[in-house]
């Protein structure tokens, strides 16, 4: 498989299913979009965030990001608002919105 | 040269095994299959075989350990029976749709219940599905042939599926036999080493037994399905190899007598031998009689069916197993595969040798003489049953 090309599972054709849908590649796991199931979002007060880290250590999916100044954002493209973050924040700093209020 | 030796069925099974030199032997035994892991376990124990043989806790695991050996490419074996093979079950699909080509050789048992230790097909027909190449022995020869053969067609770099080579249990699995045993220079000719091309290697690493989500799961099944169908014409390469090099020659299904004849009577597996006893009499009465043998069982040799059945009347077909509530698993296939036929022949169904049970060529007789009854004149039955006690109740149940 090319992986490096495609993105979705809706590049792939039966043709280009490898033997045994065997992954051929090591590392591409990052090209797969899991954030396109996520029912709510993680939103981040930088108001309120004390910069600890907690959210970035307890993701199960590597899928908060840390950005100028210490802080932490969430990445979308992997995020599947599972809110273990929101949950684990001391300071609660994140908030979960439904994904159809945004 | 080959020499001609004295073997039970079991036995010729593991010599073919040996000749093949298999790397990982995985199995659990259970009647009638035990004499083949008993070989194997003594074959590695006093050196005549170099593999590694894993006495397993269960067949569940015998297969799993096949896998993993399959995954690394190594030439991996394993066998069971009845029981055994349904404990396997779930780990029977993982192996085709991994395409590990893993041989299991099955002594085909009846299923509980009641417990039965004897010969039936219900074992291997609840894995008609799960997409292994699937084979019929009918004698001793044929054991030892096509669990050599099996090896060559399911890790060929076109095939990559595991494969079941399918013999009666008891009635084929401890008779002895005198065998054709080949030279270890021609098994090498015909059998080269296990080459697979995705072989888990920590330099390179790769992905075996992903997740397939809603989104992908449809093109994994169809390009499997697709790759199964395509491995027909493999099959019949490798029965075409091993004829050159051993001179016995294949194929998917055997015609016996069965020129110009009128009815056919289908059969797979060991008691075919029994039948070709009765179609020898019948014919020297005159009767316009031959018979079918289902060598090749998946993928299903619709063409040669086809071909095999042309200009024919009526064919009766044997099953040694009852698909509940519906009927003999092989009478429906093959009426399946010959609906579209113009003309089609009359196709009946007629079940017997469950759990053992014994049938002789007067039998067969029976067989024949119901079936072209059945044929001429329809039945109202529920299922046709060779010898069962008992009146049998219609179609409604009544």
Redesign the interface.
């Known amino acids: 498989m090319a992986q490096e090309k495609l993105r979705?599972?809706?590049d792939?054709?039966?043709?280009?299913?490898?033997?045994?849908?065997?992954?051929?590649?090591?590392?591409n796991a990052s090209l797969r979009r899991t954030g396109d199931w996520r029912s709510e979002r993680p939103v981040i007060d930088k108001e309120k965030c004390s910069r600890c880290g907690r959210c970035w250590i307890y993701c199960p999916d590597g899928a908060i990001k840390i950005i100028d100044g210490g802080y932490y954002e969430p990445d979308l493209y992997y995020c599947k608002g599972c809110g273990i973050c929101a949950n684990i924040c001391p300071v609660a700093a994140i908030t979960m919105i439904e994904e159809e209020e945004i | 040269m080959s020499k001609r030796v004295a073997l039970e069925a079991s036995h010729a099974v593991a010599e073919a095994v040996k000749m093949a030199d298999v790397d990982v032997i995985s199995a659990y035994p259970i009647t009638p299959q035990t004499h083949i892991p008993e070989r194997l376990a003594e074959m590695v124990a006093n050196g005549e075989l170099k593999a590694s043989y894993i006495p397993v806790e269960s067949e569940h695991s015998a297969l799993s350990a096949c896998l993993g050996a399959s995954s690394v490419g190594a030439r991996a074996f394993t066998t069971t029976a009845g029981q055994g093979l349904e404990l396997m079950h779930e780990v029977v699909y993982v192996a085709s749709?991994?395409?590990?080509p893993v041989v299991m050789v099955i002594c085909n048992r009846a299923l509980s219940a009641p417990i039965s230790v004897w010969g039936d097909h219900s074992d291997v027909m609840a894995c008609r599905d799960t997409g292994w190449i699937q084979v019929f022995c009918e004698n001793n020869q044929e054991a030892f042939d096509l669990t050599l053969w099996a090896f060559r067609v399911g890790e060929d770099s076109r095939v990559?599926f595991p494969v079941m080579v399918n013999l009666d249990g008891f009635t084929l699995s401890h008779v002895i036999e005198p065998v054709f045993l080949p030279e270890q220079s021609e098994v090498d000719r015909f059998l080269p080493k296990f080459n697979y091309?995705?072989a888990l290697d920590p330099d390179r690493?790769?992905?075996?037994g992903?997740l397939?989500?809603p989104?992908?799961y449809?093109?994994?099944k169809?390009?499997q399905e697709?790759?199964f169908r395509k491995s027909t014409g493999i099959i019949l390469q490798g029965w075409k190899e091993f004829g050159d090099i051993f001179g016995r020659y294949y194929c998917p299904v055997e015609s016996y007598k069965a020129e110009g004849a009128k009815t056919l009577l289908l059969t797979m597996g060991s008691y075919s031998e029994t039948a070709k006893v009765t179609v020898d009499e019948r014919q020297a009465k005159g009767d316009s009689l031959g018979l079918l043998r289902l060598r090749l069982w998946r993928p299903f040799p619709f063409e040669e069916l086809r071909q095999a059945v042309k200009g024919v009347e009526t064919v009766i077909v044997f099953d040694r197993c009852i698909s509940f509530g519906m009927g003999g698993p092989v009478f429906s296939e093959v009426k399946s595969a010959l609906y579209g036929e113009e003309p089609r022949p009359k196709i009946v169904g007629i079940v017997g040798g469950l759990g053992g049970r014994d049938m002789s060529a007067e039998d067969f007789g029976y067989v024949i003489d119901r079936g072209k009854e059945i044929a001429e004149k329809g039945s109202d039955r529920i299922l046709e049953v060779v010898g069962v006690r008992g009146e049998m109740v219609s179609i409604r149940g009544q």
């Open positions: 979705t599972a809706y792939f054709t039966w043709r280009d299913m490898e033997v045994g849908n065997i992954v051929t590649e090591a590392g | 749709s991994m395409r590990y990559l091309p995705f690493p790769m992905t075996h992903a397939g989500l989104d992908l449809s093109e994994a169809v390009a697709v790759a």
